[in-house]
């Protein structure tokens, strides 16, 4: 495995190793991704492998245009073009009707395709230089916390990669959110950035709701995703005080992540990460600081959930997510 960094004598490199069939890491706006030749059906098995991901489980094709669109998407609707217009390029993923030639690898056999356009200047330099589609799932061990920098690639993937492009940390943070527009009316099948309400104004109508029908295949979806190896406890600002001082009195190490200051008299054997009251900004510390707890081995992380608006929810999705994972980890990390 090499770390190159982003000359473009680098992007030439990664490029060609992925005209190979090799897997190469990428920053994205959002998470780094762990990209293959989305044509290449002997590349895109070996990402499967690596991140011991199901089978079934579709990849998202990254591309450096909206036209490119029409490359991978039939029956495409005006929405598609609308959103891809305003969004684009942006963490934002469309779910469209798949072209007839679409890998069953890419699309988990599904009918459908997800499709973005990154905003990060290495990711479209990759991308024009590559010219195809890049595949290219969260570059983390299946069901784990993404990663956000080029060291948490190495640490969670290492020699199950051929490279990684280190272009510094993702300033998102969080997973693109997912417009589904395959359907008879759109619907987000996983929070991010962008919300519901900025998709609606651009759509020009209200979005279904994403409660109401079960979604297979989508891992993010899955309650148990994201996990840390520690194991996570959520508190609502409510609770928080009584909650936060019972948890540092316990004894094993522990951490907490507050949006508050700690308090005077912390423990020696508790560490205090105070987050950001902005939800940009806390999206994009979240899963480094999930990474830290997990090196520190902490017993156990508590954390106060910030308030359950919109601005909030991408947050609080991948949080509600970490905990619920965390524990089927318990014993398994
Ligand atoms: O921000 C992101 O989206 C990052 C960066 C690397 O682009 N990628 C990412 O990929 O989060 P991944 O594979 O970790 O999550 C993609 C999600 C999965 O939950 C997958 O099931 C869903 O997108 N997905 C992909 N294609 C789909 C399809 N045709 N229908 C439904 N869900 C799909
Ligand atoms: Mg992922």
């Known amino acids: 495995m090499v770390v190159l960094g982003t000359t473009p004598a680098d992007i030439a490199d990664a490029a060609h190793r992925l005209r190979n069939g090799a897997l190469v890491s990428f920053p994205t706006e959002t998470v780094y991704g762990l990209g293959a030749d989305a044509v290449n059906e002997l590349a895109l098995a070996r ?64 009918d459908t395709v997800g499709l973005r356009v990154p905003d990060h200047a290495v990711a479209l330099a990759l991308l024009r230089e590559f010219g195809g589609g890049i595949a290219a799932p969260s570059a983390n061990r299946f069901g784990r916390v993404s990663p956000t920098r080029a060291e948490h690639v190495i640490a969670a993937l290492g020699t199950a990669l051929d490279a990684v492009i280190d272009g510094g940390p993702t300033p998102v943070g969080l997973e693109s959110t997912i417009l589904d527009l395959s359907g008879t009316q759109p619907r987000v099948l996983r929070p991010g950035t962008i919300t519901p309400a900025a998709l609606a104004v651009v759509l020009g109508r209200p979005l279904a709701s994403n409660t109401t029908s079960p979604l297979p295949r989508v891992p993010g979806n899955m309650p148990a995703h994201y996990a840390p190896a520690t194991e996570l406890q959520l508190a609502e600002a409510t609770h928080w005080d009584a909650q936060v001082r019972r948890f540092v009195a316990l004894s094993q190490p522990r951490a907490v992540l507050s949006l508050h200051a700690p308090p005077e008299d912390l423990p020696k054997h508790c560490h205090w990460i105070q987050m950001s009251e902005d939800p940009r900004e806390y999206a994009r510390a979240l899963y480094a600081r999930l990474h830290d707890v997990d090196r520190w081995r902490c017993d156990t992380t508590l954390i106060e959930l910030p308030a359950d608006t919109s601005a909030w929810e991408a947050v609080r999705d991948r949080l509600r997510r970490a905990a619920a994972g965390a524990h089927d980890h318990a014993g398994t990390a």
Do not use: E, M, N
């Open 47 to 110: 990402i499967f492998q690596a991140k011991g991901r199901p089978a079934d489980h579709p990849l998202i094709v990254h591309l450096s245009d909206a036209r490119q669109i029409q490359d991978w998407a039939r029956d495409i609707p005006d929405a598609a073009w609308q959103v891809a217009r305003v969004f684009w390029p942006g963490p934002l993923t469309l779910i469209l009707k798949r072209a007839p030639h679409v890998s069953d690898r890419v699309t988990g056999a599904q």
